[in-house]
């Protein structure tokens, strides 16, 4: 039997270092791409209305809740939940972010009156307060009114948010009005509840906003 005879080729290794490669780095960016376009003035009144459009076809009012009112349990008010967009006079002084004073409608130091104010008096001064003042251009509507009840909704003049208020005249001698003001949806308010209740209190109290002694209308206690 012949036997095949393999044959094997061998190749030359080169044992020199091969050039380093070279790497380039282009940018996929055009020159149109690289800087954002300035913003016309025109187009910002185009997107703006764009804006409009989508909050009146999304409406972001969102629901009332169901334990507004006057508590039976323990006559009060409401207490916040644990977002950081309600306030009422129902929460403890150890809580700052949701607890606010209280207002006194018929002050020791006179409300330039020979005769204490009436619950009847303040209610009414209070609605005429409620109806002329919209503090960041929300408009307030009265849903609720009772001899001893106020409450409102206050809306957004964009996108449609609504705030509930309350307003509270608790039975006794004393003459407190509680109050309770916060957002339907979301978590942060950027202080719009607090300012509403302010701006509210101050009108009433007739003063500057350092100093809320009473010149005529309404007193923080507290």
């Known amino acids: 039997m012949a036997t095949a005879a393999m044959h094997i080729r ?5 044992l020199k270092p091969s050039p380093p490669r070279r790497i380039l780095c282009v940018s996929s960016l055009k020159d149109s791409e690289a800087s954002p376009p300035s913003v016309g003035r025109r187009e910002i009144i185009l997107r703006s209305s764009e804006l409009a459009v989508i909050a009146a076809i999304f409406h972001f009012s969102g629901s009332k ?3 507004l009112g006057v508590q039976k349990s323990s006559p009060s008010l409401a207490l916040c ?3 950081n967009n309600c306030l009422t006079t129902t929460e403890e002084l150890n809580d700052p972010s949701h607890y ?7 002050p ?3 409300r ?3 005769k204490p104010a009436s619950r009847e008096e303040a209610m009414g001064e209070l609605l005429q307060v409620i109806e002329s003042t919209k503090p960041d251009n929300f408009t307030p509507r009265i849903v609720e009114k009772k001899d001893d009840y106020v409450r409102v909704e206050y809306e957004s003049p964009i996108m449609g948010f609504v705030d509930d208020v309350e307003f509270w005249f608790p039975p006794g001698k004393k003459s407190i009005v509680e109050y309770r003001s916060a957002s339907r949806l979301g978590n942060f308010d950027f202080g719009i509840n607090r300012k509403r209740i302010k701006v509210s209190g101050l ?3 007739g003063c500057d906003e350092g100093s809320l002694s009473v010149v005529s209308g309404f007193q923080m206690v507290g």
Do not use: D, I, L
Request: net charge positive; hydrophobic share 25%.
């Open 100 to 106: 606010a004073p209280p207002w006194n409608y018929s």
């Open 81 to 83: 939940p644990a977002t």
């Open 112 to 114: 330039g009156r020979k």
């Open 65 to 67: 809740p169901s334990y």
């Open 203 to 205: 009108q009433m109290v």
């Open 10 to 14: 061998s190749f030359p290794v080169s």
């Open 108 to 110: 020791e130091n006179g």
